[in-house]
């Protein structure tokens, strides 16, 4: 509403003096984010029906209202059309009588249904005592709440409307408002003219804190109560496909929602909502009858216990590091496909805190899960007296080195019991010496979701398990030979355990699922299976150990679940979401994997034995053995069935980048006697180039002076990139595509996308050198854009940078040792070599609109202490210059500074031109000048000479660098080069000295 009222508000007043006051900016509290997102038109008063076929007619329209200008993605909040349903029953049908007449008035197109009309219409509801109903055949619908909230947000920012993320703390005279600003923690002082309340629930507060300021003439009440509502989620296979947004006498609503249905209502359990159960029972029966699959609901409210994050608190003893690293800190939940992320502030680094906030978690799951804990702390350096701040990620500052499973109560227990005994300081990772720990800021909790579908669903199992002889795969009946599908396998197991027949089964099933319902006060037509967090639970309730094992083709075993009992056990078989009893262990498995500690045994005696003394601690034996390479994506896949050729294999993307840097003297740093500060690398520029389709060009990104600035800019182009080289992957994969993503592994389909969405960011010494200097720029961008997956240090040195998109590799570590760059593009045969740079005299970017080329002296280097434009002083002359110098240069005697410029490592050779008079135009030089050649041609002639140029026995190339040269008299080394607009002689000396001599 907040931001509606804004944007319409932009029509009539200038958006720079409007501001949005947004207490959540997370909006995870949000009416707007929380609600159904429905518009009808089916009102009892003629205002409202016309307010709705006005926004109907906007959100139809919404591109052209709400889209930024310049952005060409089109507005699309997912409006889907479905009709509202109103039930009547007798006493309460006069009043939708009365409505009905009132919306046909306002040009509703509203149909009128009595009993019999709407059975035929609804075959599927339970309408015994319904005698009225209406539904309309245009303009209502439903739609995405966040999509619509996200248009109007960007839309007034582009404006210029500004939002604050504060709450209303006060009203005082004069039109003056205290607000308290979360961000900073500040109250700020705002002055307004005009005050819209759209605080939804929480209206009625802010209009009491306006009471207070208002004569007592003025004041209102607003009748808004807050009202609590649950939402579940309910699972029904072959229920009617597109059922109405059905509103029953009571208030209860239920509508489609993809393949499920959702249902609001006041009742907290949907069991003891009789209105819905008869409904959902009627949709049951009669989807029952439409097809011989049977038809079960699985119903759970949508959140099992809503987890409410705290609001961020600033310790402001660190307010620094609570300002700047505030995304990194403050509480949030990060839903991911199988994973969800759980952020708690910490008050103090105690257990207390840890095991209340893993409470939480625990009642706000609905599967068994593994859990992983990290820490975020703030560290001293006690040289420097800076505080820094390390956050809490997956691979690093972990409680436990493998994460910790959770199925039951017990479990958490046990859990709680162990993190009691840990010392959590001792678990605080500094980077050496010099640091102390000052503050524990936050933990994450990292929660892999697991066996979220229901174990007793009727399933095809494969050739192995069914002509396995030491099972009872319990697939069909082997009484009437029908498939098993009321998804009472665990019964059927119990049965035969107790000793039934397999022939005459059916009776004890039937009486165990009965004293099952009775216990749990569930109906038949609730239940759905079985989780294997309810086993424990299950094996006390009928006197049995419980083992559940997972089969393999190959004939191993790996144990899955163990119950605290250990005698009587039953055993049995998991395969997918579906249970079968073991018979015989001797027949069942020619071998048996612990699955806590993977230790394998090839008798089920020593395995049954193991299983009550296993504490999960891993041996580590260095034996005998060969190396066996781990498993490409490719060869993970061909176990799967899915053969991928050869050529196919190989990714042929790539993008390479480089980066330049300033050398600015003033470090900032003060020197030690250990260490001296020379120069600080600031970033100035970063070229990129791919061979992707569009992108094979190569651009440079030129700094402004904003560091940060240009590295967004860059990382931006580069993941632009990426997405057009996952298109063509997937156009390269399109054969092979849809079977992958059907396969059950989903952890391998994961794996493959990431294959296909990960281009290789290339560079030459980057772990070393590129990386490294903007290492504190790159790893905070991509951790405020959540897109870093991994990162592999090797000591100082940056192997690998994984995100989202693309993967930083170095070249150097798939190349011999010691491979230079010029080496590295000779063995390649590369058009280009490695040039000269002035490195120490780019120290500013104002060079960059030079138009002089750097002094000679500007290609001083001080790390190696000499002119990188000079030779070494073991370059290898050639037989004339050796000839002309008279010796040959050795070890004890070597060349002198005077000799050597005779192979001076000159950037000669091509050459751009660029002149004043000309407005610095480029100008390139022709392979072979006419001009020069007529010049040396004639100068030949006068002179009665002979002189080696392009057409008389080709260019000479002078020292070990072979530069050419236009013209060469061997006589009296004379070097005759052409520039165009004059003629220059150049006489070389080549024991002391070098002569110029200038032809006009």
């Not at 149909?111 to 055949?137: F, M, T």
């Not at 500060?677 to 904003?706: K, M, Q, W």
């Not at 050639?878 to 050795?890: H, L, M, Q, V, Y």
């Not at 002189?947 to 530069?963: C, D, V």
Request: charged letters at 20%.
């Amino acid at each position: 509403m907040g931001m509606s009222a804004a944007f319409n508000l932009t029509k009539f007043i200038h958006p720079s003096k409007i501001c949005v006051l947004e207490p959540d900016p997370t909006y995870v509290r949000s009416a707007s984010a929380l609600s159904w997102a429905s518009i009808r038109q089916q009102f009892s008063l003629a205002e409202n029906i016309k307010l709705s076929q006005s926004s109907i007619k906007f959100i139809k329209d919404i591109d052209q209202y709400l889209r930024v200008q310049g952005e060409e993605d089109e507005i699309d909040i997912n409006y889907k059309h479905g009709s509202y349903l109103f039930l009547a029953r007798e006493e309460t049908a006069h009043l939708l009588e009365e409505n009905i007449a009132v919306q046909k008035e306002a040009n509703v197109k509203v149909n009128r249904y009595n009993q019999s009309e709407l059975k035929a219409k609804y075959p599927y509801l339970n309408l015994e005592d319904i005698v009225l109903g209406s539904d309309c055949g245009e303009d209502e619908g439903w739609f995405d709440p966040w999509l619509l909230l996200s248009a109007y947000k960007n839309k007034i920012k582009s404006l210029g409307v500004e939002i604050i993320n504060a709450r209303v703390a006060e009203f005082r005279p004069d039109k003056v408002l205290l607000v308290h600003n979360k961000t900073t923690n500040d109250t700020l002082t705002l002055h307004y003219n005009k005050f819209v309340n759209a605080t939804g629930i929480h209206a009625k507060f802010t209009n009491n804190l306006l009471n207070e300021v208002l004569p007592s003439d003025s004041k209102f009440d607003l009748p808004v109560t807050p009202q609590r509502n649950f939402t579940f989620n309910i699972a029904c296979k072959d229920g009617p496909a597109n059922l109405p947004l059905t509103l029953c006498p009571l208030k209860t609503v239920i509508r489609s929602e993809g393949p499920n249905y959702i249902v609001k209502s006041s009742v907290g359990t949907l069991t003891d909502n009789q209105e819905v159960c008869l409904l959902l029972s009627k949709i049951q029966h009669n989807a029952s009858h439409k097809t011989s699959a049977s038809t079960s609901f699985s119903l759970r409210p949508s959140s099992h216990t809503p987890l409410v994050m705290p609001d961020f608190v600033v310790d402001y003893d660190y307010s620094s590091i609570y300002t700047k690293f505030a995304k990194n800190i403050e509480p949030k939940i990060v839903k991911r496909r199988i994973s969800t992320i759980y952020r708690f502030q910490l008050a103090k680094l105690c257990c207390d805190e840890i095991i209340d906030s893993i409470t939480k978690i625990f009642h706000a799951q609905t599967t068994s899960f593994k859990l992983s804990i990290s820490f975020s702390y703030i560290l001293l350096n006690q040289e420097t007296q800076e505080l820094e701040f390390y956050y809490a990620s997956q691979n690093n500052q972990k409680l436990f080195d493998v994460p910790y499973f959770v199925g039951n109560l017990l479990d958490l227990s046990n859990l709680t019991k162990k993190i009691q005994t840990i010392d959590l300081k001792s678990h605080v990772t500094y980077p050496n010496s010099r640091f102390v720990f000052r503050k524990a800021t936050n933990v994450e909790f990292y929660v892999t979701h697991l066996h979220n579908t229901p174990i007793g669903t009727a399933i095809s199992l494969p050739s192995y398990l069914k002509n396995n002889k030491g099972l009872i795969s319990l697939q069909n009946s082997r009484k009437t030979g029908q498939p098993f599908n009321d998804n009472l396998c665990f019964f059927r197991c119990v049965a035969l355990h107790r000793g039934a027949e397999v022939t005459n089964l059916e009776r004890s099933t039937k009486g165990l699922f009965q004293e099952f319902c009775e216990k749990y006060a569930l109906t038949p037509s609730e239940f759905c299976g079985v989780t294997l967090g309810q086993l424990e639970s299950l094996s006390q309730m009928f006197g049995i150990g419980i083992c559940v094992y997972k089969l393999y083709e190959a004939g191993n075993c790996e144990l899955v679940y163990r119950s605290l009992k250990q005698d009587g056990i039953m055993s049995l078989n998991l395969f997918g979401n579906h249970f079968s009893f073991i018979k015989n262990f001797g027949q069942y498995s020619s071998s048996y994997l612990c699955l806590r500690c993977k230790k394998s045994f090839n008798r089920k005696f020593n395995m049954q034995c193991h299983t009550r003394t296993c504490d999960a601690s891993t041996k580590k034996i260095y034996g005998r053995g060969v190396f066996s390479p781990t498993l490409t994506i490719f060869d993970k896949l061909a176990l799967h069935g899915i053969y991928i050729p050869k050529e196919l294999q190989f990714y042929e993307h790539k993008i390479v980048f480089d980066i330049e840097c300033l050398l600015i003297r003033d470090t900032g740093l003060s020197n030690t006697d250990s260490v001296t500060y020379t120069f600080r690398h600031e970033l100035a520029s970063i070229s990129v180039c791919s061979n992707i389709t569009d992108y094979e060009d190569p651009v440079c990104f030129i700094s402004d002076g904003c560091p940060k600035k240009l590295l967004k800019t860059c990382l931006d182009y580069m993941t632009e990139i990426a997405v057009v080289a996952k298109l063509e992957q997937r156009q390269k994969f399109a054969d092979y595509i849809e079977q992958i993503e059907e396969m059950n592994d989903t952890n391998l389909v994961e794996k493959f996308d990431e294959y296909l969405s990960q281009v290789p960011c290339l560079s030459f010494n980057g772990s070393k050198y590129d990386l490294r200097v903007c290492k504190s720029i790159l790893i905070s961008l991509l951790v405020q854009m959540e897109e870093v997956k991994f990162v592999i240090k090797r000591g100082g040195s940056y192997v690998c940078i994984a995100t989202e998109n693309l993967k930083f590799l170095d070249i150097i570590s798939y190349l011999a040792a010691g491979t230079s760059l010029d080496g590295f593009l000779k063995a390649y045969n590369a058009s280009v070599r490695k040039s000269f740079f002035p490195y120490e005299y780019f120290s500013t970017l104002d060079l960059l609109e030079s138009c002089q080329f750097p002094p000679y002296n500007g290609f001083y280097s001080s790390l190696k202490q000499c002119n990188t434009l000079e030779p070494g002083k073991t370059s290898t002359l050639t037989d004339d210059e050796k000839a002309a110098i008279g010796r040959t240069p050795n070890k004890e005697f070597p060349l002198t500074d005077n000799e050597r410029c005779t192979s001076q490592d000159m950037p000669c050779g091509f050459y751009v031109r660029r002149r004043s008079e000309k407005n610095f135009i480029k100008e390139y030089p022709t392979p072979i000048s006419s001009v020069a050649t007529e010049w040396l041609a004639d100068l030949e002639h006068r002179q009665n000479t002979t002189i080696q140029h392009a057409r008389n026995k080709g260019e000479f190339r002078l020292g070990s660098k072979q530069i050419p040269v236009d013209g060469f008299r061997m006589s009296d080394k004379t070097v005759f080069q052409f520039y165009g607009c004059w003629w220059v002689i150049l006489t070389v000396l080549l024991y002391y000295y070098v002569n110029f001599r200038f032809i006009l």
